[in-house]
C-alpha cells in the first residue's frame, strides 16, 4: 500500500465531545482509492515528526 497524501489533523475538529485520551494530534494518509491511515499523537510535536518522517522530510 503506497499512500499519497498526508495531512496533519486535530481530534477536537472531528469530535469535539470527548479528549481521545489525550492523543489529539493526528497524521492522516490515503491513496484516492481505497486505503486509509491515521495514527494519533499527544503532542504536537511527535505527530509533525511523524508528518515529516511519511512526507520524507527527515529520516526514521
Same mark, same amino acid.
Given at each position: 500500500?503506497?499512500?499519497?497524501?498526508?495531512?496533519?489533523? =486535530?481530534?477536537?475538529?472531528? /469530535?469535539?465531545?470527548?479528549?481521545? !485520551?489525550?492523543?489529539?494530534?493526528?497524521?492522516? &494518509?490515503?491513496?484516492?482509492?481505497?486505503?486509509? =491511515?491515521?495514527?494519533?499523537? /499527544?503532542?504536537?510535536?511527535?505527530? !509533525?515528526?511523524?508528518?515529516?518522517?511519511?512526507? &520524507?522530510?527527515?529520516?526514521?
Amino acid at each position: 500500500m503506497t499512500l499519497t497524501k498526508y495531512s496533519k489533523v =486535530y481530534w477536537y475538529d472531528h /469530535k469535539p465531545t470527548d479528549d481521545n !485520551n489525550g492523543l489529539v494530534y493526528g497524521v492522516s &494518509g490515503d491513496d484516492d482509492v481505497e486505503n486509509f =491511515y491515521i495514527e494519533w499523537f /499527544k503532542t504536537e510535536e511527535e505527530r !509533525n515528526l511523524k508528518f515529516n518522517i511519511l512526507k &520524507g522530510n527527515v529520516a526514521e
